[in-house]
């Protein structure tokens, strides 16, 4: 029955932790066929992979290193998270090469990856806990993996994206290619290091609370610093690619409104302005791709957006 359970109980949290880490795109949301299609990516084909590769690299570090404590520290600290860190890398990679027009910076890149690691983590953790033969191993491997560490797949594919994002704008192929393979190894490392201090931490005393303590105080820094810096970005974006815009298809008061000059900065904004600020921010990333690749599909998706949210402000 336990099983039966499982999906829904753990749908909940891995929902929430995607809202949390949509909220860091304030402005241009990405489009919703396209994070579904990471978050599955995630959970399918990466998974499948994943354990069919972990099966074969596993089983050559037991001939090498033996069925011991220090082979299943290899395979936990040192394949598994190479092995899954490189095929959840995939996903970002396909958004980043095929839909490149949706894919705008590292907001974007954050996004997607972490959109990934959920995916990921959300099959992983079903097949750990629908396995379990208590209600109470149930409940406490729930509590370990899903609340306890459930946003760290999210987050260690979020430093790829990262990692492609701040690529998509360089005009050198050596940046093209750096910059994806420092994020891609950033995560390679975190996953290594979280797994290999939680085995560790078994053999200590609350040595495991204070790991997970740690972790997440960490986790939740690094994300409150990365919003903040999203929104000055953003909002740097705005200042610069919509300056034109005062007079044409923005008034000076929401233009300065948009780029965080408003005497009424803080106050919620009503929906219509959130509609004005969805367009803005679309137009500001395409005068922005303009500027790189000024080909004329792009061209006639500014004159689209600028003409849409000149009625927007009109109305708002």
């Known amino acids: 029955m336990l099983w039966l359970l499982t999906p829904f109980a753990v749908a909940i949290p891995t929902y929430l932790y995607l809202r949390v880490i949509l909220q860091v795109d304030r402005f241009e949301r990405e489009p919703l066929s396209y ?29 090498v290193f033996g069925k011991n404590a ?33 894919f705008d910076g590292w907001v974007d890149g954050l996004v997607y990856g972490a959109t990934v690691g959920f995916g990921f983590a959300y099959v992983e953790n079903i097949l750990y ?28 594919t979020s430093l790829t994206g990262i990692g492609f994002g701040i690529a998509r704008f360089r005009t050198s192929i050596f940046e093209h290619v750096l910059f994806p393979l420092a994020g891609l190894l950033g995560a390679v490392l975190l996953h290594m290091t979280h797994n290999g201090a939680l085995a560790l931490s078994e053999s200590v005393n609350n040595g495991f609370i204070l790991f997970s303590a740690f972790a997440y105080v960490l986790m939740i820094v690094l994300m409150l610093a990365l919003g903040r810096i999203s929104k000055r970005e953003e909002q740097r974006t705005m200042r610069r690619f919509l300056l034109d815009e005062v007079g044409v298809s923005l008034t ?28 803005a921010a679309e137009l500001a990333q395409k005068k922005r791709q303009a500027l790189f690749r000024p080909d004329g599909a792009t061209l006639n998706q500014i004159g689209a957006l600028r003409n849409r949210l000149a009625e927007l402000a009109a109305h708002s």
């Open 35 to 63: 994070l579904l299609g990471a978050f599955l990516w995630g959970a399918l084909p990466a998974v499948i992979f994943a354990l069919g590769a972990e099966a074969i690299f596993g089983a050559i570090s037991d001939l």
């Open 70 to 102: 220090g082979g299943g520290f290899i395979q936990s600290a040192v394949i598994a998270p190479i092995v899954e860190e490189l095929l959840k890398a995939l996903a970002v990679l396909a958004v980043y090469l095929w839909r490149k027009r949706e």
């Open 129 to 156: 806990i629908a396995g379990t033969a208590t209600v109470s191993e149930w409940i406490s491997l729930f509590v370990l993996r899903v609340v306890i560490l459930g946003f760290m797949h999210g987050f260690w």
């Open 252 to 279: 000076p008061a929401t233009y300065a409104f948009l780029c965080g000059e408003s005497k009424f900065q803080g106050v919620p904004t009503p929906p219509a302005n959130r509609r004005v600020t969805q367009c």
